[in-house]
């Protein structure tokens, strides 16, 4: 029987996980003006990158090379680190639109791999025998899960903290700079080829640590994980809380997610049962009502950027939307 | 292998013809529309609409054109697929596209798409079902060309491969020789100086998704004579056709063309190489070979 | 400039401020006026608006504020699909071709409407060079081919006006010569022109009056001749007199 607190800790720890993942997307188009049409590939990268590192050895597939918890986690960012900066030094230099397909058919052929290579993280049955870290101290009850959103929104802290500093930063600083007038920027000898690969790198490894933590709380990752829906449902999150917005980010994730799982939960509860084959298409209904909805009428999202104080003297934001 | 081919050049019927579409609309509009492959769907269900509608009122032309498994219903329900599709085009350029355009926003258009797409994929399968569907009950028996190597072509193979070229034959004329084409392809090449030359861009994007809603229509039907009509069918030739439309360069109607016979082909040999299982990401490797080695395509021109 | 004996006016553009951002408007508070059957010439030094003068009247660039008038009817906010429907046809300075279709298809669209086929021969009639590569696609076209088609696109809608941007720019000597020559011989058949041209020398041939921006205001205007020995021409251009606007 699962309690509403308990549930409520579940969803919070999967929003907050997600949340990570929407506040790598702001920095790649938010910050940097990329469109990343394959977030699920580094989320994904992350996930099986941990698993992978830090599971027990399995039949028929890699991996199992059972690393200390904090090993495999910074294994699957480095994965994602890897993929993002060979997608990166292909495709970054694209027009926005090659861009987006570029990178949607990363996403794709990632998954596909991952669904065929069964030999490589075990098709399309995924990836499990991995334990979850200090599993065997704490047991698998409230008490492992609350302790486990508390870290898990340490981490969210620590990641947006470290954006806004890096938005702040000289670093963010050029970031904008080549944005509004890439030709200026680099007449200043900075190359913004190699500063996009930095903020699209970046972005990436903080996509990849959630789709680790992601990983690590479900103990099992499959391609059902990596889908494009993936994709659409944290640029929705991004749209729906404010581009360019980290706090509207965070925010844009747990509304998101809330109407998602609430609404899987309303379907499943009151629909019929012949219906209950339907719940999935009627969400995607939703949220792809959601995103042209946000896009017509409040483009700038929920929490613009003008309303965000700035930090005074070390950052002065241009207004971004999407 | 030889089968392969023949499959791939099948395979570039359809994907030429939603790829013509979708390189006008990518090329005037300047976005990369996600949507553009769900027209395909919304075109081969329409089409299994009007074809038990077309079969329950005018038995007559329930009859099959042996060998083929086609029907004059089928065929009568194309055309009207053709325009209901073009007609859903121009709706969600109305309703949604639009707007966004003529807001400024051009990259919020590719967003959009997304969300139009997620919109469209699902809502067919809840208004018809989640399972596969054909338009015949019958079973096209497949004609044996060679035993040795085995090579097998089924009729309705042959007919979509000749429909398609038919249908971008009439197209070619049409930009050729028809002074509405020129004022498309003035359009596609300087909007600016075709408005002076008398051209109203509004009624030119009007008839860009009239013109690619009936393609995609005409996609979509084939692909479901040849395969089966899914809800998901859309999702699926996503990459395909944006693959083709890239390898024959953004704008160019001929690139199109080649291009979707090129991705056809290469998909399809690929299986002599690949398992099956990884054939979705060939249109993806082939993307970038492009974008690394000639990124404006066979025929394209940057457009800035 | 009330000079009774002067012909009437076809086009007249009064207080025009124009630009393609709002708050930086590119000509502020111009008056132009284009007698009829005449060649009025913009000259100026570079930035001066010229350019963007003419694309005002076409409907190219927003008019913030003032008037155009062409023939008595207001067309201060043309939809720029509209202008050839009022007898005003354009050849820009740049991109005045479609370079993927053949010379006949360019010609064919610039003629639409009603006795188009006339038309169409009619310029096939007046130019054997062009008559020759129709079915030459314009990209494979030389410069100055381009330029006559530009210009042939332009007399193929039959029109009571023509606006030029810098028509000689890129030419050589002797193809800019025969620009000159076609434009006075286009007034002679009825055409009025607004043209704007970089040469001085050349303006100052080809003009009946001469309409001097500079910093997108009116500077000095008067007929060629006169102004042909007048100093404050040179004067403009190197940077030294400008009448300041109030």
Redesign the interface.
Request: glycine share 6%; hydrophobic share 60%; net charge positive.
């Given at each position: 029987m699962i309690g509403v607190v308990s549930y409520l800790v579940f969803f919070a720890t999967v929003a907050a996980i997600l949340a990570i993942a929407v506040l790598g997307l702001n920095l790649h188009w938010g910050n940097t003006g990329l469109f990343n049409g394959g977030v699920a590939a580094f989320f994904g990268a992350g996930a099986y990158g941990t698993l992978l590192l830090g599971g027990t050895p399995q039949d028929g597939h890699l991996g199992g090379f059972g690393l200390a918890y904090p090993a495999a986690l910074l294994g699957g960012m480095a994965a994602a680190a890897v993929m993002a900066w060979l997608v990166g030094v292909l495709t970054l230099r694209l027009r926005h639109d090659y861009l987006a397909i570029a990178t949607f058919g990363v996403a794709v052929a990632f998954e596909t791999l991952m669904r065929n290579a069964e030999w490589l993280a075990g098709g399309a049955k995924g990836v499990r025998g991995f334990e979850r870290p200090l599993r065997d101290a704490l047991g698998d009850g409230f008490l492992y899960n609350l302790l486990f959103l508390v870290a898990v929104l340490v981490v969210l802290v620590a990641v947006y903290l470290f954006l806004e500093r890096l938005i702040g930063s000289p670093f963010g600083r050029l970031l904008r700079a080549i944005r509004e007038d890439e030709t200026a920027a680099r007449s200043l000898g900075k190359t913004p080829a190699q500063v996009r690969l930095t903020a699209f790198v970046t972005g990436a490894v903080i996509m990849g640590l959630a789709g680790g933590l992601y990983g690590t709380f479900y103990a099992f990752v499959s391609p059902q994980d990596i889908l494009p829906t993936l994709t659409f449902q944290i640029w929705a999150m991004l749209i729906v809380g404010g581009a360019g917005n980290n706090r509207g980010a965070i925010l844009g994730a747990f509304l998101i997610w809330g109407a998602w799982t609430a609404s899987g939960w309303a379907l499943s509860r009151f629909a019929p049962v012949e219906a209950q084959l339907y719940t999935g298409s009627v969400q995607f209904v939703l949220i792809g009502l959601v995103i042209v909805g946000m896009l017509l009428w409040r483009p700038e999202g929920l929490l613009p950027e003008r309303l965000v104080v700035s930090q005074s003297g070390s950052s002065s934001r241009t207004q971004e939307g999407v | 292998m030889i089968q392969n081919l023949l499959d791939g050049v099948l395979t570039g019927s359809f994907l030429s013809l939603g790829a013509i579409g979708l390189t006008l609309v990518?090329h005037i509009l300047?976005?990369?529309n996600?949507s553009h492959a769900e027209l395909l769907s919304i075109g081969a269900y329409a089409a299994l609409v009007f074809d038990r509608l077309f079969e329950a009122l005018l038995p007559v032309f329930a009859a099959a054109f042996a060998p083929l498994t086609l029907t004059g219903a089928l065929v009568l329900a194309l055309l009207v697929s053709m325009v209901a599709t073009g007609a859903s085009a121009v709706l969600i350029d109305i309703l949604?596209f639009r707007?966004?355009r003529e807001?400024g926003?051009?990259?919020?258009m590719?967003?959009?798409s997304?969300?139009?797409?997620?919109?469209v994929?699902?809502?067919i399968?809840?208004v018809f079902g989640?399972h596969s569907q054909l338009y015949s009950p019958d079973i096209a028996f497949a004609t044996v060309l060679s035993f040795d190597p085995l090579i097998l072509v089924k009729p309705d193979q042959l007919f979509v491969f000749v429909a398609a070229l038919a249908i971008m034959a009439v197209l070619h004329l049409v930009l050729?020789r028809t002074?509405f084409g020129?004022?498309l392809?003035?359009v596609?090449?300087?909007p600016?100086?075709?408005?002076?030359?008398?051209?109203?861009?509004r009624a030119m994007i009007t008839a860009v998704w009239l013109i690619a809603g009936a393609l995609a229509a005409a996609a979509g039907v084939f692909y479901g004579l040849s395969h089966q009509i899914t809800p998901v069918m859309g999702?699926d030739l996503?990459?395909p056709i944006?693959?083709a439309t890239?390898v024959g360069g953004i704008g160019s109607v001929n690139g199109a063309l080649l291009g979707g016979f090129i991705v056809g082909i290469a998909t399809n040999l690929s299986l002599v190489i690949l398992?099956a299982?990884?054939t979705?990401?060939v249109?993806?490797?082939m993307?970038?070979a492009v974008?690394?080695v000639r990124?404006n395509g066979l025929f394209g021109e940057a457009r800035? | 400039m009330s000079d009774p004996t002067a012909p009437e006016a076809i086009l007249e553009a009064h207080g025009v401020t124009a630009g393609y951002v709002r708050d930086l408007p590119v000509l502020h508070d111009v008056s132009v006026r284009v007698a009829r059957q005449r060649v009025t010439v913009l000259i100026g030094p570079n930035g001066a608006g010229k350019s963007t003068l003419i694309k005002a009247v076409a409907g190219q660039v927003t008019v913030f504020a003032g008037t155009v008038t062409h023939e008595g009817t207001d067309l201060t906010r043309l939809r720029p699909d509209r202008l050839a429907a009022h007898g005003i046809a354009i050849v820009p300075q740049t991109d005045n071709v479609f370079r993927n279709l053949t010379v006949r298809q360019n010609l064919a669209l610039a003629s639409r409407g009603t006795g188009a086929a006339a038309r169409l021969a009619a310029v096939f009639d007046r130019s054997p060079v062009l008559a020759d590569k129709r079915h030459t696609k314009a990209g494979a076209l030389s410069g100055g081919q381009r330029q006559v088609l530009a210009v042939a696109m332009a007399l193929a809608k039959a029109p009571r006006l023509i606006l030029m941007d810098e028509p000689s720019a890129g030419l050589s000597p002797k193809a800019a010569a025969e620009v000159l020559a076609m434009v006075r011989r286009l007034t002679a058949e009825g055409v009025s022109i607004l043209l704007v041209e970089q040469n001085v020398k050349l303006a100052l041939q080809m003009a009946d009056h001469v309409y001097i921006l500079a910093e997108g205001r009116n500077q000095v205007d008067g007929p060629a001749a006169a102004l042909r020995g007048d100093r404050i021409v040179a004067d403009i251009y190197l940077g030294g007199k400008r009448i300041a606007a109030a």
């Open positions: - | 990518m300047r976005f990369a996600f949604v707007r966004i807001n926003r051009e990259l919020s590719v967003f959009a997304f969300g139009m797409a997620l919109v994929r699902n809502l399968g809840l989640l050729t002074t020129f004022a392809r003035a596609a090449e300087n600016a100086l075709a408005q002076a030359n008398g051209v109203n861009l999702r996503v990459l944006f693959a890239i398992p299982g990884y979705p990401a249109p993806f490797l993307i970038l974008l690394l990124p800035e | -």
